[in-house]
């Protein structure tokens, strides 16, 4: 099955009442074990690669990847750019396939942020290939509440950035941090419901990892349209990996070890995926 852009899963989200998930991967095997853990779930994913995993595996290796997992697998699959630091970085990965892609300049002062984004738009729509964009700044989950609070969205602005740069969907700060939590998080749902009732494009959500699981099932049912995961992920494979070599020599077969690991991630892919298709409508349509 051919890849397919955010536009499409945002819509059957919508339709079905899921949140679409927007795993982390940067090879393989993770790749792999998101793709496998979608089939089990019957949920459609975006597979997403990190600006700096584009820098590390390469757009093209990742492309080729999910284009090989796509084919086998029986829900649909989006390949997108995560957190694009530039419009060339965006450019490459629209050239090398991808179908979704993310251009995130939150800190830059907003004329310079709307003008690039656009220039991204303007490229990416041209081959059928969608742009997220952030607003406000997620930033950092060693921060304290208080202080990812800072970087909140303004519902006002964020209305008027949709308008002008013409995105397909939009990443908020309403209390999500990039990374482990140092402090438990404080999600403002009161925002969050405000931006969603105004922004003008579907709604996108980050840091879903060790967010509470009654947090990430409250934003489900309020209706985000997708949430980013990656640190549980990279977690999952990492501490596999040292409890395979605690328990095997080093010059076992390699395979096995990268089996196990990959294992890890399909487990918690598929935990993730139990909440975001808590609230699941059947329409009896395929997505
Ligand atoms: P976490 O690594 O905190 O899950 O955040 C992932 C993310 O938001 C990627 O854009």
Do not use: W
């Not at 997220?132 to 964020?158: H, S």
């Not at 049912?221 to 997708?226: H, L, N, P, Q, R």
């Amino acid at each position: 099955m051919a890849l397919v852009n955010y536009n499409k899963l945002l819509a059957y989200a919508k339709e079905n009442h899921i949140t679409i998930g927007a795993f982390n991967s940067l090879n393989m095997e993770t790749l792999q074990a998101l793709v496998s853990a979608a089939n089990k779930k019957d949920a459609p994913i975006i597979v997403q690669t990190y600006h700096k995993h584009v820098d590390f595996a390469g757009a093209d290796y990742m492309r080729a990847i999910a284009g090989v997992a796509s084919d086998h697998s029986n829900v649909k699959i989006a390949l997108g750019l995560d957190h694009g630091r530039s419009f060339e970085q965006a450019k490459l990965c629209v050239d090398a396939g991808y179908s979704g892609v993310m251009i995130d300049l939150a800190s830059a002062d907003y004329d310079y942020n709307v003008r690039e984004t656009k220039r991204v738009v303007e490229i990416a729509h041209q081959k059928g290939v969608s742009v997220e964009a952030e607003l406000g700044t997620i930033v950092d989950a060693d921060q304290t509440p208080e202080e990812i609070a800072k970087g909140y969205t303004d519902p006002v602005i964020a209305r008027k950035f949709v308008a002008d740069t013409g995105i397909d969907c939009l990443a908020v700060s309403i209390g999500t941090a990039h990374g482990t939590y140092a402090y438990e998080p404080v999600i403002n749902f009161e925002l969050l419901q405000e931006l969603l009732d105004t922004a003008g494009c579907p709604v996108v959500v980050h840091g879903g990892s060790g967010t509470p699981d009654e947090d990430v099932l409250k934003m489900v049912e309020m209706g985000i349209a997708k949430l980013n995961v990656g640190t549980d992920f990279f977690n999952a494979y990492n501490d596999a990996m040292a409890a395979f070599y605690r328990e095997h020599t080093t010059h076992c077969d390699i395979a096995d070890a990268f089996a196990y690991a990959r294992d890890a991630v399909e487990k918690t892919a598929i935990q993730k995926l139990d909440l975001l298709t808590h609230f699941r409508v059947k329409t009896g349509q395929r997505d």
